[in-house]
């Protein structure tokens, strides 16, 4: 048998040196998680959803056997995780426990994991040090990199959050071999959008081998990995809080969140970004951007990966209505990311929604 590649480690950058981490990328990293936590941090929570109860105590028991006070915190499952009672429960536990500045949270699961734990870092005492363990696809290529953390609201999808850069992220690939097989596949729609935006040869990968692709063990989904993380870490970091570039990563997001909504997050955030980025394809074209093999990729691609690409045509007026909260509208004007053509990302000023609605048309069944 052969060993398995050392790991990989990709920089992010922060706004000053001391905000600076890395993403580790690779197989059995958990011994790295003391060192990365420091010589100053005493207690640790480990939050983790209660689907994930086995690999939240073995952090905590390692913790433990490094010398650290290690807790847990077991949190509702997926989207109902990312919730105020769930922050405010997690608060909760870290004030019995005499938490302080220089204690620490980590972050064990999917996305919605690591996006409620770093809101709770981030506004514990106004600021913990947060370490993320992703154990999902996605939060490995996506969630746990670039500092982003958030809730939903009854009104909409990540509504309430702050920017709050990990102090590092351990991508440990062994933590997909118990995803369930939709769940890897949900999180290609990221990996895929970051090969539309920025980096092709995602695309050329996926597309000389599907099966690989969605394979936990092969080095062709280990290399999607890596690329779609040194995406992110690219534009987060030139583009932290999002006043410029940072929006791109947000392609197909407009529609997805508001399809996340419209199903009450009974659909994965993946598979809604995978319809969103079939419209944002087709929105592209209706404006003339993209040539039409660059539009119809997305959806090939996609389907091929078993992504959805069409949703209800029947829910245009809530779909509309969830998209005007989007963060990206300023007052009443929406702005879409565009294509304007392979890895050229812009962005679209709708003043008129009969174009969102003209591009509806296209993917609604
Ligand atoms: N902050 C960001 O930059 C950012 C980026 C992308 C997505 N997100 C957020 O991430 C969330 C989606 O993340 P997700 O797709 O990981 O969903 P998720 O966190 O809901 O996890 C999906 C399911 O997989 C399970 N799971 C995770 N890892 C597992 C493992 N190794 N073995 C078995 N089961 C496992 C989870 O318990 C859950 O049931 C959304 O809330 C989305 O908004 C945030
Ligand atoms: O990191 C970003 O920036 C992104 O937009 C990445 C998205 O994949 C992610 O889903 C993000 O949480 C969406 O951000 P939001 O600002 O639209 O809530
Ligand atoms: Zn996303």
């Avoid at 939709?182 to 040869?201: Q, R, Y």
């Avoid at 119809?296 to 949703?311: F, M, N």
Wanted: hydrophobic share 45%.
């Amino acid at each position: 048998m052969q060993a398995p590649a050392a790991p990989a480690v990709i920089k992010v950058t922060g706004t000053s040196p001391a905000e600076n981490y890395d993403v580790v990328v690779g197989h059995g990293l958990l011994p790295r998680l003391p060192g990365i936590l420091g010589e100053r941090v005493r207690k640790v929570l480990v939050i983790h959803p209660r689907a994930l109860r086995t690999t939240g105590d073995t952090v905590r028991e390692d913790l433990a056997a490094a010398g650290f006070t290690a807790l847990t915190a077991e949190i509702p499952d997926a989207e109902e995780g990312k919730h105020i009672q769930v922050a405010s429960f997690c608060w909760q536990v870290l004030g019995q426990n005499d938490f302080t500045r220089s204690d620490a949270i980590v972050a064990v699961g999917g996305g919605a994991v690591t996006d409620v734990a770093g809101f709770v870092a981030a506004t514990w005492l106004r600021g913990v040090k947060v370490v993320h363990i992703p154990t999902s696809l996605l939060a490995m290529v996506d969630a746990a990199v670039g500092g982003k953390t958030g809730i939903n609201t009854a009104e909409g999808k990540n509504l309430v959050g702050a920017f709050h850069p990990p102090a590092g992220v351990l991508a440990d690939l062994d933590a997909l071999a118990t995803l369930p097989p939709n769940e890897l596949v949900t999180g290609m729609a990221e990996v895929v959008k970051c090969g539309f935006i920025k980096d092709g040869a995602i695309l050329d990968l996926i597309e000389a081998d599907p099966a690989k692709a969605v394979d936990p063990g092969s080095d062709v989904l280990r290399e999607l990995v890596e690329r779609s993380i040194a995406v992110k870490a690219e534009i987060v970091s030139a583009d932290l809080k999002e006043s410029g570039r940072r929006e791109f990563l947000n392609y197909g997001h407009t529609l997805g969140h508001a399809i996340e909504l419209a199903e009450r997050y009974q659909w994965r955030h993946g598979a809604a970004v995978s319809v969103g980025l079939v419209f944002a394809a087709e929105l592209s074209r209706m404006v003339g951007r993209p040539d039409d093999a660059t539009a119809d990729r997305h959806k090939a691609i996609l389907e091929t990966l078993g992504l959805p690409v069409s949703y209800r045509r029947d829910r245009w007026a809530a779909l509309l209505d969830g998209m005007k909260r989007d963060k990206k509208s300023r007052g009443d004007l929406l702005r879409f990311v565009v294509l304007d053509g392979p890895g050229r990302p812009g962005i679209l000023e709708v003043p008129d929604t009969s174009l969102l609605f003209a591009a509806y048309q296209e993917i609604a069944d």
